[in-house]
């Protein structure tokens, strides 16, 4: 864990020093905080988006720059993709998942363009790649909608390719 907490926290340091803000779930707990620890460190800009019924379990991190509380998760995830420019995605469970799964189902409906990365910490997405790859080999999911979503271990070069694929 001490590694993707590292590889966390470099995100935020890294979208910081480059101008950006970091927008997710808003909690003072997991890879996220972090995250957005790195980021509030190097003088980033930091939004926290939270449900009412998990800010009860005293789990919001209020040294945010912003920290919203909203009625449900619906108008939570509504939130964080209006206001990213991109999304990545680093080592977690279920929720973790289904925020991936769901913001690129969106791209591959034409709901948005915005590129999507995992941060592959320690190979943590080696196995769900190659899975996607076997989806791809049994035609459930085109090549070309394979390759929307990027891969890399490096948080900076992560960026990197997330900006050069926004940019096509």
Excluded at 13 to 19: L, Q, Y
Excluded at 142 to 152: A, D, F, G, I, V
Aim: charged share 20%; with cysteine.
């Amino acid at each position: 864990m001490p590694a993707y907490a590292q590889a966390a926290h470099e995100l935020g340091v890294e979208i910081a020093s480059r101008g950006y803000g970091v927008v997710y779930g808003g909690a003072s707990v997991g890879l996220m905080n972090a995250a957005a620890e790195g980021a509030l460190q190097s003088g980033g800009r930091v939004i926290g988006i939270l449900p009412k019924s998990i800010e009860r379990m005293e789990v919001a991190h209020r040294g945010l720059t912003e920290l919203r509380i909203v009625e449900s998760m619906h108008e939570r995830k509504a939130q964080m993709a209006a206001l990213s420019k991109c999304f990545v995605v680093l080592p977690g469970g279920i929720g973790s998942l289904e925020e991936c799964f769901e913001v690129w189902t969106w791209s591959q409906l034409g709901i948005h363009r915005k590129s999507i990365g995992l941060l592959n910490v320690e190979g943590y997405y080696d196995q769900l790649e190659a899975f996607l790859d076997f989806v791809v080999a049994e035609e459930f999911l085109s090549l070309e909608q394979r390759t929307r979503l990027l891969s890399c271990a490096d948080p900076a070069q992560l960026i990197d390719n997330l900006l050069r694929q926004d940019q096509q």
